[in-house]
């Protein structure tokens, strides 16, 4: 596996990750156990080094799973954790009080069993605790050798300046895919300008731009997807056009519509490192091919010109959401 540097913080880990949130929260019941490991060791196995979890996922189930997990091989995976919902639990809203962010932190250490935390981001931005006061919290925890690394997660450029100008940001967590494109406008030159490294959540599109979702697909109430606006069926059925795109060209290529999503991603900056999600081996296979995809200038002008020619259809949050991100 390549591995990838996430900005000038010097921070290395494997070109894809792992994300880790699908194994107990948000797309239906938690996977067993046992598997579960099974699925995190068997990433490793196959060269993954960069995995992520939070607190808010399960709450505490995820890091805890993920720690027993990646025990044995500790000293050679980067763990990257959040803090910044009370209880571990979005339903009861933000808290990235410093007494709570030290609380999320002493308590991911135990759950991950682990000395330090390599990355600790700020799950969402709260508007009621300055920002400055929020990275001098995580600035003392590194002094206390309990974090290694500070990042951001779904904040806007002023938040992320601000931030950056108390403790440098090693890297920011958002949504980032041929599906959701937003960062391209501010986001993208102000990690450049900084030297921050960017970590893609959901860059399949939760799913939909690997072509095995259509206007006819349900989703269970325990699957965060029955509520966003983007997965009710007229949107589905309009954005079907994006997925005939990328199957095409993956088509031309002689690889899956996973592996261009995921190979456009890589091709857009050096410090880009997404992190898609799965509960299977074969698709964890799948995913990390996409490494190996080399997309030439004509492809990527290929994917513009058929980009531009496309509008998604459908929010990416319910209403609830939105005032959660890019604050």
């Known amino acids: 596996m390549q591995t990838r ?8 880990v494997s070109a894809i990750g792992l994300g880790c949130m699908g194994l107990s929260y948000g797309y239906g019941p938690a996977m067993d156990r046992s598997e579960a490991m099974r699925l995190i060791r068997g990433a490793h196995e196959r060269g993954i080094t960069f995995f992520d979890t939070a607190e808010a996922y399960g709450p505490g189930l995820n890091e805890d799973v993920l720690g027993e997990a990646l025990g044995p091989v500790r000293d050679q995976v980067v763990i990257a954790t959040k803090f910044g919902f009370k209880g571990g639990m979005p ?5 990235s009080s410093p007494d709570s962010i030290r609380r999320v932190a002493d308590k991911s250490l135990r759950r991950l069993r682990s000395d330090v935390i390599d990355l600790f981001y700020q ?9 400055e006061d929020v990275a001098g919290t995580v600035r003392d925890l590194i002094g206390e050798g309990k974090v290694r690394h500070f990042g951001l997660s779904e904040a ?9 100008a108390i403790l440098p940001v090693a890297a920011l967590q958002s949504e980032y895919s041929l599906w959701w494109r937003e960062p391209e406008k501010a986001i993208l030159p102000l990690l450049e300008e900084l030297g921050i490294g960017l970590v893609p959540f959901a860059p399949l599109g939760k799913g939909f731009l690997t072509g095995k979702i259509d206007a006819n697909a349900t989703f269970g109430a325990s699957d965060f997807r029955s509520t966003v606006p983007r997965f009710l069926p007229e949107a589905l059925k309009a954005n079907q056009a994006l ?15 996973a592996q261009i999503a995921l190979a456009w991603l890589l091709a857009q900056r050096p410090w880009i490192v997404p992190i898609p999600g799965t509960t299977k081996l074969h698709r964890l296979e799948e995913n990390l091919g ?3 995809v080399a997309l030439s200038d004509d492809d990527l002008d290929r994917i513009a010109r058929a980009l531009a020619t496309f509008e998604v259809q459908g929010d990416r949050y319910p209403a609830s959401h939105q005032r959660f991100v890019n604050r």
């Open 290 to 292: 996409a490494a190996d």
């Open 5 to 12: 540097k996430l900005g000038k913080s010097g921070l290395e």
């Open 91 to 95: 339903a009861n809203g933000l808290d």
């Open 243 to 257: 997925v005939e795109i990328i199957q095409s060209i993956a088509a031309i290529k002689g690889v899956t519509p």
């Open 156 to 164: 806007g450029v002023e938040t992320i300046r601000r931030a950056h």
């Open 123 to 131: 799950h969402r931005v709260d508007p009621s605790v300055p920002i």
